[in-house]
């Protein structure tokens, strides 16, 4: 996952490199994603989220279709 | 002494927190000779350990190797991306990591990173709260879909 200036720099790397399928996100969207994600990866009691876990939180974040699938 | 653990869940317990301690406590992360010493298990069980931990995907290893790449989201050398984060520098292996770095430190960030196209323009990204602070038209991008992430983690 790559920061870009702006989509057309996206939208540049993504044909220049056979990534047709390549998603932008919204610095908002991927700050909620990592907070998610990550808020209890220093803690005793974390645990990886499970496949319906994961897909269920992309979901919450708006994040879904086939991109977001984990199966 | 080493403790007298041999139950392999418990050692990977005990070697998964003494990673995270050791990030909270040096602003590093660990080599395996450190962890087996902190955590007072023999080196050969923790290189065990963080094999059955990197197969389940809790940290990627250097490869060949049993020391660590990303203890994710902390990488544990330079990378593209750098954080300010709790009074620390930190390195991060993408742009979803070094958010995570903040994240995981439950505190506000800066992050440091390039613009991924051939430009390479350096982007700054600040996280406070809820708010973010960039150029216009910043965003993040995910190159493959989700179910592909670990087929190649560090390209991901």
């Known amino acids: 996952m790559l920061l870009f200036r702006s989509e057309e720099h996206a939208g540049h790397w993504r044909d220049a490199r056979g990534f047709p399928g390549a998603k932008t996100l919204s610095l908002e969207s991927g700050w909620k994603l990592a907070r998610s994600w990550y808020a209890r990866k220093l803690e005793p009691d974390w645990r990886r989220h499970t496949v319906d876990e994961a897909e269920a939180l992309f979901a919450t974040l708006g994040l879904t279709g086939d991109f977001w699938r984990l199966r | ?156």
Do not use: Y
């Open chain 2, 1 to 156: 002494m080493p403790l007298e653990i041999t139950d392999p869940a418990e050692i990977d317990r005990e070697v998964r927190t003494t990673i995270a301690e050791c990030i909270r406590d040096r602003g590093a992360v660990p080599s395996l000779a450190e962890v087996a010493s902190r955590a007072a298990v023999p080196e050969s069980d923790a290189g065990e350990s963080f094999g059955r931990l990197a197969a389940a995907r809790v940290m990627i290893l250097r490869p060949g190797t049993t020391e660590i790449l990303s203890f994710n989201p902390f990488a544990a050398g330079p990378t593209d991306f750098r954080v300010r984060a709790g009074g620390r520098d930190w390195s991060a292996l993408c742009a979803w990591d070094a958010f995570g770095v903040a994240a995981a430190l439950r505190t506000d960030g800066l992050v440091l990173g390039h613009c991924g196209d051939v430009c390479g323009v350096p982007l700054e990204v600040r996280l406070a709260g809820d708010a973010i602070g960039a150029l216009d038209g910043v965003v993040m991008q995910f190159a493959l879909p989700a179910r592909e992430w670990w087929k190649d983690i560090v390209f991901t």
